[in-house]
């Protein structure tokens, strides 16, 4: 692989004040970044993407889907191809930004898994997840408006086959404002060890608090239970990013 696919384009998007905070959106600006953004904000995120192929090869079914929903730049699809190894399997990943499935289709170009991968540009609200047996949704759902989330994952469970596996991972919230301060506080301190100031940090935040709506844990658990998922266990978490193994 070249240099110039290797280099990775540091995340200066906040370093500057701004008259004015924009809505945060997965555009151009961001795709160019997002390595540098997700490795720098999202604690643990590389054990997550690395358990998402470890899941893939226990949990994939013969002739089944795996999806990778709001696929973004393609980590998990890369990582769950890497490790299946059932036969007519066929990865379906989907993101709603153009800009993001661009460099995820050059990612796949330079690929060597042999699984085939299908990239949707969709709304993942209108697909019909059908014959799956591992659904993935990394820091995904949290962008959903929160009185889509029952309907989209109801739409999840009734596409998986029995024995099927959701992954979901996401930023949450406590609803002990102490504990929700403290581990606030320490993802903060995690950014600014990643090289991020306050003014980024703050920036950043004020970007993402009208499109980024975190639950609860407890949310997370009470609504998977409702649309039919037998169990559902935190297998990780760090601060306030947590990720949810859901089994059907």
Not at 7 to 30: C, N, R
Not at 60 to 86: E, F, N, V, W
Not at 152 to 163: H, R, V
Request: proline share 5%; hydrophobic share 40%; charged share 25%.
């Amino acid at each position: 692989m070249s240099k110039s696919r290797n280099h990775i384009v540091s995340d200066d998007l906040y370093s500057e004040p701004l008259a004015e905070i924009a809505d945060f959106a997965f555009d151009e600006k961001v795709a160019a970044v997002f390595p540098d953004m997700i490795k720098r904000s999202a604690p643990g995120y590389a054990t997550t993407i690395a358990q998402i192929g470890v899941l893939a090869g226990k949990y994939t079914q013969p002739d089944s889907y795996c999806y990778d929903l709001g696929c973004s730049l393609g980590a998990a699809t890369l990582s769950m191809r890497h490790k299946i190894d059932q036969p007519n399997c066929r990865i379906i990943a989907i993101d709603n930004s153009v800009p993001m499935l661009k460099r995820c289709r050059q990612h796949l170009t330079f690929d060597s898994g042999k699984v085939d991968v299908s990239l949707i540009c969709a709304d993942i609200r209108n697909i019909p997840i059908q014959k799956a047996s591992l659904v993935v949704m990394n820091f995904t759902l949290q962008f959903i408006p929160p009185d889509h989330r029952f309907d989209m994952l109801q739409n999840i469970y009734d596409g998986l086959l029995p024995g099927g596996v959701l992954l979901l991972s996401e930023k949450v919230r406590f609803s002990d404002p102490q504990r929700d301060h403290l581990l606030t506080e320490l993802h903060h301190d995690f950014k600014k060890v990643n090289g991020y100031s306050a003014l980024e940090i703050s920036q950043k935040r004020s970007a993402l608090e009208k499109v980024m709506l975190p639950d609860t844990v407890s949310q997370h658990h009470e609504r998977l239970a409702a649309v039919g998922f037998r169990r559902s266990e935190v297998w990780f978490q760090c601060f306030n990013f947590a990720s949810i193994l859901a089994f059907r």
